[in-house]
């Protein structure tokens, strides 16, 4: 399903350069849930970012569904993205100025399985945001953003969930919450990969992975 | 969902929108009001030269100069037909040419300037705006001071030997001999005054063709008339008119400058803002591409919006422009005052050019922002 094989990451600085992931490798089957673990600089967002086809690694390949995702042209992997890929972030990623019915819908305007009205009401009503529905991001609590946040991601329904210390702004109440969500992601058979420095998912992982300094 | 994105964006964060407005509202109701106004300018200009006389008058060769400068016209007579030869001579150049008969004569117990203006001639194939009255016959102009003395308003019937006519319009004061006119067609004139076919005078005015400092158009102008009229002689006048015209093309071109100026302060006021924009949404663009926006899409909403607000300032500038023209524009132009009208046109080039010119004073900002590494963005926070 995920495959990374020999993955290079190296930011250029002005006068210098930082390694992020050194001839990286790694697998996760299909229907696996990861845990990627390590401390703050340890690659864990890159290497989330390179898988989600979002950043291109300096050298190594980047298999998705049997996809080299680098390989594909600028506009089918954006497409690839939209219809494989549900990306859960730390700040929630919503944007200011739609509602929440509005931002789970973003990603419906680009991918091919668009959902259907009926999709959206289940999954409003699964992530218990139907009462929040028309209401702006400013206007919600930060479990609610959240929820909004795995929503859209859930929308297309993804083979892959990849979130970026989902419940890093999170209080343990809403965290477990968040983390119940993507363990039915996980036992309807999606793939689950879950960045964080925090100890609340690896309960609910199959794996985990620990980044330091670019090594298992 | 783009449009909807657009929209809602653009109201999501009004200030920058309404800048950003106000730039493009400011450049298009300048250019608007600025040309609305400059064709005002142009005919008043027209009006004013004409004011100052016909600056070609070709006359009966025999005429005594001494009585024409005294009296303002020839008292001899030249066939109508002259006109005619002058229209068909390919090689003389004029803007608006028209004949004339002036006779004194003593109309109720006053006497009086009866003076008959043929239609205006134009150069074939050439669209000139009217320059000289056209009036029609049965209808007469009356001079301010005999329409004064005699009580006379527009609506009037009048009778001027034996014909019966209709006073179309009073004139204003000129404090010249046009104050004791009667202007009707030169076809009444000439069956009024027993001269069918005759006129004294051909004026022909083209101040707006003489700016050039190497001509000497008198020259031409005599050596072609001689050709075509050996039995007339031309007078010139053309200094002031060309003076006048020449100081109108130096304000104009002073203008375009200023409006220039103008138009890249607001382009660098639009850009500034886009880049201000660009920035707030950076975050926008990198979560756009994570649910799968190709850069593509995320472009068309960051120009989309630089063509809305374009599409609307340029709606907005023409209105308000057009209104500034015709609110100040009478006030500088006293005597065409009535004819500053909307310039309909300007509204298509308003929503076209205004657009255009907003985007791309949003197009650099815009490319920076689309091809920025997403994941970077999203890594920044």
Known sequence: MVQLDSVTKVYQKKHSSVTALNEFDLQVKKGEFVVVKGPSGSGKTTLLLAIGGMLRPTSGIVTVNGNDIYDLSEKKRAKFRAENIGFVFQLFHLLPYLNVYENILLPDGVAANRAGLTEVKEILDRLRLTDRAYHKPGELSVGERQRTAIARALLNGPDILLADEPTGNLDSENAAQVMDYFAGFHNNGGTVIVVTHGNEAEQYADRTIYLNNQLL | ?381
């Open chain 2, 1 to 381: 969902m783009i449009l909807k994105l657009l929209i809602k964006e653009i109201l999501h964060r009004k200030l920058n929108s309404v800048l950003s407005l106000l730039a493009i509202i400011t450049a298009v109701t300048l250019f608007v009001s600025f040309f609305t106004m400059s064709e005002a300018s142009k005919r008043e200009t027209i009006r004013l030269t004409r004011d100052m006389g016909f600056n070609l008058r070709i006359i009966p060769k025999e005429t005594d100069m001494n009585q024409f400068w005294l009296t303002g016209y020839s008292d001899l007579t030249m066939p109508e037909e002259y006109v005619d030869k002058f229209f068909l001579y390919e090689n003389f150049s004029y803007a608006h040419l028209t004949a004339t008969l002036h006779k004194k004569v003593t109309w109720r117990n006053r006497e009086v300037i009866l003076t008959g203006i043929s239609p205006e001639i134009e150069p074939s194939g050439i669209e000139k705006t009217s320059m000289i009255f056209s009036i029609e016959p049965g209808t007469v102009y009356i001079g301010f001071e005999i329409a004064n003395s005699f009580g006379i308003t527009t609506g009037d019937e009048l009778d001027i030997f034996n014909k019966s006519f209709t006073v179309a319009r009073i004139l204003s004061e000129t404090g010249s001999s046009d104050d004791i006119r009667i202007y009707t067609s030169l076809i009444d004139v000439q069956e009024m005054v027993g001269k069918r076919g005759e006129i004294n005078e051909i004026k022909a005015l083209n101040c707006l063709c003489l700016t050039s400092d190497e001509i000497n158009p008198i020259e031409i102008l005599r050596n072609q008339l001689n050709e075509v009229l050996p039995d007339a002689k031309v007078i010139i006048n053309q200094t002031i008119a060309v003076a006048r015209e020449r100081q109108r093309m130096m304000v104009e071109k002073y203008i375009v400058f200023i409006l220039t100026f103008v138009v890249i302060v607001c382009a660098i006021w639009i850009a500034a803002l886009a880049i201000i924009n660009t920035r707030e949404r950076q975050r926008e663009t990198g979560i756009l591409r994570a649910v799968g926006y190709r850069i593509g899409k995320i472009a068309v909403l960051f120009l989309g919006k630089a063509l809305l607000l374009g599409l609307v300032g340029g709606i907005f500038g023409y209105f308000i422009g057009t209104g500034l023209a015709s609110l100040i524009g009478p006030e500088i132009f006293k005597i065409t005052a009535n004819t500053i009208k909307p310039v309909y046109s300007l509204l298509i080039w308003s929503v076209i050019v205004a657009p255009v010119f907003t985007a791309f004073s949003t197009l650099i900002p815009a490319s920076l922002a689309v091809t920025r590494d997403p994941a970077l963005i999203l890594m920044e926070e």
